[in-house]
């Protein structure tokens, strides 16, 4: 059977292929290693390049129905979503890179310096991260629109479905709820620390 499908030409192979597994299977057998390469060439990581062909692939298969043959063949489609989806990858590692420098960069920028308390770099990231965690969910939300992702007030309120207003009060609400929480955690290890003196002495 696979003989018989290797031996089709293009076009029929990929009508074979709307229902046929097998049939889809020669044709990623005909395309693979040249997406790969591809996607390879792009992102000059074996990994990266072989996730991009598995969902390229993976995404053919789940609309070959929508397919329309066109010369000169199926590859052109393949190639252009491979192309998306690296363009996709990119976006998602330039996002996570602004997060990741946003985080770093904008922690005093949330909460108007609530690290007062002298607390260590390493202390002041943890104390944050478990101050957010404490807050609501939507404040997390907005603050994290805001000032992880760099959202400007219009769009985050976009992303959040509320007006340009109501987002404003959200990340003032939200600010005064990290800061509060700030205070709280500050004040325990203020007692923690002088019970460790008392203990001590």
Do not use: C
């Not at 390469?37 to 129905?65: C, G, H, I, P």
């Not at 192309?83 to 904008?106: C, F, G, I, P, Y």
């Not at 760099?150 to 976009?158: D, Q, T």
């Amino acid at each position: 059977m696979t003989s018989q499908l290797e031996r089709l030409d293009e076009r029929s192979l990929v009508e074979a292929a709307r229902h046929d597994a097998n049939a889809f299977a020669v044709l990623y057998r005909r395309y693979v290693d040249r997406i790969h390469a591809y996607a390879f060439r792009r992102t000059q990581s074996v990994s990266a390049a072989d996730d991009a062909t598995a969902a390229t692939f993976e995404k053919a298969l789940r609309n070959l129905d929508r397919y329309r043959w066109r010369e000169p063949g199926i590859g052109p489609w393949l190639f252009r979503i491979a192309s998306n989806e690296l363009v996709d990858r990119q976006r998602r590692l330039a996002k996570e890179s602004r997060m990741h420098h946003a985080l770093q960069s904008t922690q005093a920028a949330v909460v108007s310096s609530p690290f007062d308390a002298g607390f260590e770099a390493v202390e002041v990231d943890t104390v944050l991260r478990d101050a957010l965690d404490a807050i609501s969910p939507r404040y997390q939300r907005a603050l994290g629109l805001r000032f992880l992702a760099g959202l400007s007030n219009e769009e985050a309120a976009v992303a959040m479905g509320v007006s340009r207003t109501t987002m404003a009060v959200l990340v003032h609400r939200a600010r005064a709820a990290l800061r509060k929480q700030l205070d709280t955690s500050g004040a325990r290890a203020q007692s923690g620390a002088s019970q460790e003196e008392r203990v001590d002495e």
